[in-house]
């Protein structure tokens, strides 16, 4: 039998309606067996697969420049460390880098503890999760998530967890010569600070005094409120995003940001944030202060 070509195309035509129909000849719409047992379905439909970068393999938004490092939560390593009992600590800024501070995450288990930092070292504990108990002197002081803890330096005061707890901890060399003292809080009752032509929400959770060589800011952004100052300066800041997420600018880099997030900012890198998405934003950031540069 011969066919006419103009009959072929109409009946070819009308498989493929029959099929599109009937959806099941089409790889990635539905898999059948008649794909081989494939699913294509991720290229035309990837959000009903999520898309989930943290494990494409060998992907991480981690980055590591001269004046600037982007730690993503996918790239932490967690370790033992001495002075600090059933604890991991993941260190994401350090001197390693040439920063003038360490900061690092410690996720302490049951019955857990730390001995004081080293001689001559200042400590600032922000906890994140769980409960702490700080032997103050005489004195037991009970922590929870949202409040923080400053040790100046040659404290001897020793904190421990019988729960467990998440900790957010900055240390330096303490190099102002003045007399710091121990303090705690809590984030929520720190005052809300004046930010000139800024709109986001600023606290500094130590004193503003030359007794210190760093603070501690914690800063709220609404979403879609950015930083008015495209700052340039020779401090050098320590961040960890919090809650949110947004664009960080670093030098001429643009890097999309989530909570969990950490970034490593040496001196003079310019720098800018919009927070983005549905919710707030709020980081944690250590600025060194007070300190002449040519003698720091
Ligand atoms: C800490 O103690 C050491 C002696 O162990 C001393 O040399 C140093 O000046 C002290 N540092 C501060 C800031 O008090």
Known sequence: ?????HLLLELALAVLVASAAHGAELCGLTPTPSC??????????PAERGIDFD????YTRSAHYADHALIAVESRVFAGQRGWKSTLTAHLVSPARGANFAMYLAEM???????????????????????????HGAKNMVLGANSYVYFPPNSTDTLYSEDG??????????????????????????????????????RKLLPQTADYDFNVHI????????????????????????????????ADKWYPVQAGDAIWMAPYVPQWYAALGASPTRYVIYKDTTLDPLLG
């Open 1 to 5: 039998m011969i066919i006419p070509g």
């Open 36 to 45: 081989g047992g494939h699913d294509y379905s991720a290229v035309f439909r």
């Open 55 to 58: 494990s494409l393999p060998g």
């Open 109 to 135: 288990s049951d019955d857990s503890s730390a001995e004081p930092a080293k001689p001559g070292v200042e400590r600032f504990v922000l906890v994140l999760q769980g409960e702490i108990t700080v032997s």
């Open 165 to 202: 707890a998440g900790l957010l901890v900055y240390e330096r060399v303490y190099a102002a010569g003045g007399k710091p003292v121990f303090s705690s809080g809590d984030v929520e009752e720190s005052a809300l600070l004046p930010t000139g032509p800024e709109v986001f929400k600023l």
């Open 219 to 250: 800063m709220d952004f609404q979403p879609g409120e950015y930083l008015w100052v495209k700052e340039v300066h020779y401090n050098q800041h320590g961040l960890l995003l919090l809650e949110g997420k947004g664009i960080y600018r670093l």
